[in-house]
């Protein structure tokens, strides 16, 4: 079974990003840039099921500008077989990566695609659940556990009570939740070896589809700062401001 | 202009969560629909019946219903919304699950998890772990939206009185079968609609000391318990505990953060809370540059005194 591992380029999650005094967007230029940390568990899921057999052929597939070659470089040193790069500038709405993605799929016809369940900066939790919909396929949202059997499999999902058994017909999409594993660090070797694997560049046009946005972003700001607190020197003194000064017990 | 509200429940109750959507829907403005797609769930088609500003409660059931799978969901969902521009959810995993498969089924980009309503096809996001604030306008011809429930207040149930319509679900195929469910089992209120809540991070140090040091001062408070990622991928607590930009996003009256340092992605659940104390032995620790009232000290000297005194 062949698997497809979308992977995002994004801010790093140690950045405090900031917002453009304009209003515009938020400032992305020298900022550190990384693979969604979520699409590094989506990647190590990948590469254990070709570790255990279950997976033959692993393909990293990014939608993003010529810099996203990183990530995808990431993935293959972790494991994956082989790369495509989508490149496209500016905003990719998940509606679009969805449809790009669904269109690899159609080339490709993997058994599994294993998504993140969040990209870290625009936080949609969109992806996976619409490029599920556009192939008609059965869909493994939240995943922190994944046991292939034969034409099925049956996916452990964090849900807001605590947890849930799903079983699903393959092909499917998974997106990984935090607690599906934990990603190993590519070695040294590895990531040589990741240099000489095979990365394809397409473009949107090359797979016929729109990716225009159709979100207008009409402006972002900081979100309302907190005032600074103060430092109670016992539970006491804590216990009399919570009483009387801000009531809340 | 009509909007239809997917529900969020269990057969027997309607969520907290979805009164808290019921708002934010009021204010984009038009004729309000609820959907109560389930199996056995009367009870809960009438708690919608009752809620104010709404026009009809559609019910829908089958078994394929009953843990509202995202498959059977989408597609009852798809099959309603002839009738309506708008779809809405709480930012539930249920809500989080479904909408987007509807939204790609009918070729519409979601608009997740927003915190206000600017106007029918305008609103606001936090993006970036809540570090900016996104205004957003929607440009298809229908909207699919998620709300971020600790944004807006509950509905308070009483003033409706709605007609409940039958609807027949579609059938969905065999995509996806539901197992089981193991759930957390907890007396005490629930984090999303608590009003205290005692949290613990990796400082708790194990299972029991996390249960046997927050326990008992939150069940003097009758506060909720939360947790930190480290907690919980440290297995000090279950997944559902987590707060946080992956985990649940909260905004109690109280937040008390013990040996919580105050990573971004922590900030992000908890920082719209209205007063936050922190405890740690690290002065430090960023956490304190958001709480109202820091203690520098040890939690497990703290608690105790705090449930004492209490
Ligand atoms: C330089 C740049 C600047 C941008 N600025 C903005 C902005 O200011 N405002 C704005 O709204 N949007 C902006 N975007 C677009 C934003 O990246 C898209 O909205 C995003 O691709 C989809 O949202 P999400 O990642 O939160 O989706 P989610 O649904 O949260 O992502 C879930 C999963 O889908 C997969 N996935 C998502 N995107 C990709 C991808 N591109 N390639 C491969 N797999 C993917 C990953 O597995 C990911 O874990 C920008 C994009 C770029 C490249
Ligand atoms: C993609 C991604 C998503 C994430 N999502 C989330 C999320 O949703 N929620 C979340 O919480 N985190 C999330 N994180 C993790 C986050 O970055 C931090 O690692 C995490 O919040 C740290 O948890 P902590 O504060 O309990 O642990 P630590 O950072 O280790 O802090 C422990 C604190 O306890 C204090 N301490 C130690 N002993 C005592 C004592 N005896 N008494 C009092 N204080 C003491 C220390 O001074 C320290 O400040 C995410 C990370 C990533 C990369």
Known sequence: MKVLVPVKRVVDHNVKIRV??????????????????????????????????????????????????????????????????????GTVEPLAVAKLLAAVVREENPGLVVLGKQAIDDDCNQTG???????????????????????????????????????ISLPAVVTADLRLNEPRYASLPNIMKAKKKPLDQKTPADFGVDIAPRLKVLGVEEPAGRAAGVKVGSVSELLDKLRNEAAVI | MAILLFADHDNATLSDPTLRALTAAAKMGGEIDILVAGKGADAVAAAAAILPGVRAVIQAESDALEHRLAEPAAALIQSLMGGYDTLVAPATTTGKN??????????????????????????????????????????????????????????????????????????AGDLSRFVENILSASDRPELGSAKIIVSGGRALGSDEKFQSTLSPVADKLGAAVGASRAAVDSGYA?????????????????????????????????????????????????????????????????????????
């Not at chain 1, 990293?60 to 790369?83: E, I, K």
């Not at chain 1, 949202?141 to 807001?160: L, M, P, Q, Y």
């Not at chain 2, 440009?139 to 998620?146: G, L, S």
């Open chain 2, 98 to 171: 479904v909408l987007p498969r509807v939204a790609a089924l009918l070729d519409v980009m979601q608009i997740s998890e927003i915190t206000e309503v600017v106007g029918p096809a305008t609103f606001k996001r936090p993006i970036y772990a809540g570090n900016a604030i996104e205004t957003v306008e929607a440009t298809d011809a229908k909207r699919v939206v998620t709300v971020r429930t600790a944004s807006f207040d509950a509905a308070q149930p009483g003033a409706g009185n709605a007609l409940v319509n039958s609807v027949e679900a579609a059938d």
């Open chain 1, 129 to 167: 659940q619409m490029l599920s919909a556009l192939l008609g396929w059965s869909q493994g949202t939240f995943a922190s556990k994944v046991e292939i059997a034969g034409e099925r499999a049956k996916i452990t999902r964090e849900v807001d009570g605590g947890l849930q058994a799903i079983d």
């Open chain 2, 238 to 310: 279950p997944n559902d505990l987590q707060v946080g930009q992956t985990g649940k996003v909260v905004a109690p009256e109280l937040y008390i953060a013990c040996g919580i340092s105050g990573a971004i992605q922590h900030l992000a659940g908890m920082k719209d809370s209205k007063v936050i104390v922190a405890i740690n032995t690290d002065e430090e620790a960023p956490i304190f540059q958001v709480a109202d009232y820091g203690l520098v000290g040890d939690l497990f000297e703290v608690l105790p005194q705090l449930e004492a005194q209490l």
């Open chain 1, 20 to 89: 453009k005094a304009d209003g515009s967007g938020v400032d992305l230029a020298n900022v550190k840039m990384s693979m969604n940390p979520f699409d590094e568990i989506a990647v190590e899921e990948a590469v254990r099921l070709k570790e255990s057999g279950a997976a033959s052929e692993i393909v990293a597939v990014s939608v993003g500008p010529a810099q996203a070659q990183d990530v995808l470089r990431t993935a293959l040193a972790m494991g994956a077989d082989r790369a495509i790069l989508i490149t496209a500038e």
